[in-house]
């Protein structure tokens, strides 16, 4: 078992959909909880940061983290064009771990 | 434009090549890491320096060699390289090794080795 899952996609989406991107993790000792998203040929860029279970919300995202269900999950709202990205989560504990990513395409 | 900064963008080199990639920051971060990126997969970790010392290597092959030359630098030398080792390679830097700090990515240097 892994210890980061995501579904890599690829996921399609119209304009103005609610998005949905979940990771799930076997090790609890995971604190801190991070979404990066990356365009092609770019570096992944920092989206969301959370240590707590509960909802985080920056503008159109937000992250939600369950501890206890070893879940966590990044929204979007009124999805755009622009939000055609890889979003990958990433958990760390003094060692990072990167889920696998998953491709999102927002059709206008 | 991400405040961590890597040269060149693109590297093309053949296998007998000695080259460097540099990364920059000057956020005042005490820790830099080197991600190797295949396409379609997730940045792997390949070193980490904290407080200028590598306190991190993942096993990778001799052909890579990191430096740090001083807390805003950071260099990955390489040398002999195979086709395999073509691929985005990540600098990354965070304000210190525990968990809480996350991590700012520059945006690559893409290599090809001939």
């Known amino acids: 078992q892994k210890e980061v899952e995501q579904d890599p996609g690829p996921l399609s989406v119209p304009e103005g959909a609610i998005v949905s991107l979940n990771c799930t993790y076997s090790?609890?000792?995971?604190?801190?909880f991070m979404w990066y998203r990356q365009y092609s040929r770019k570096g992944p860029e920092l989206l969301m940061y959370?240590?707590?279970?509960g909802n985080k919300e920056d503008g159109r995202f937000t992250a939600q983290v369950d501890k206890s269900s070893k879940y966590i999950s990044l929204f979007i709202r009124d999805s755009q064009p622009s939000d055609s990205a890889t979003y990958l989560c990433a958990l760390d504990n003094n060692d990072m771990r990167f889920g696998a990513g998953t491709r999102l395409t927002v059709k206008p | 434009d991400t405040e961590v900064t890597q040269t060149p963008k693109h590297l093309v080199m053949g296998m007998t090549n000695k080259k460097s990639l540099k990364c920059e920051q000057h956020?005042?971060?005490?820790?830099m890491y080197w991600y190797k990126q295949k396409a379609k997969k997730p940045p792997e970790l390949m070193f980490v320096?904290?407080?200028?010392?590598?306190?991190i290597n993942e096993s990778v092959p001799s052909r890579f060699s990191p430096e740090c030359p001083n807390s805003s630098l950071l260099n990955l030398h390489l040398h002999a390289l195979q086709p395999e080792d073509s691929a985005l390679y990540l600098c990354?830097?965070?304000?210190?090794?525990?968990?809480?700090?996350?991590?700012?990515f520059g945006d690559g240097t893409r290599l090809s080795i001939l």
């Open positions: 990354a830097s965070s304000q210190d090794r525990t968990g809480n700090q996350p991590q700012h």
């Open positions: 320096y904290s407080y200028e010392k590598l306190s």
């Open positions: 956020m005042g971060h005490r820790a």
């Open positions: 959370t240590y707590s279970s």
């Open positions: 090790n609890s000792a995971f604190q801190y």
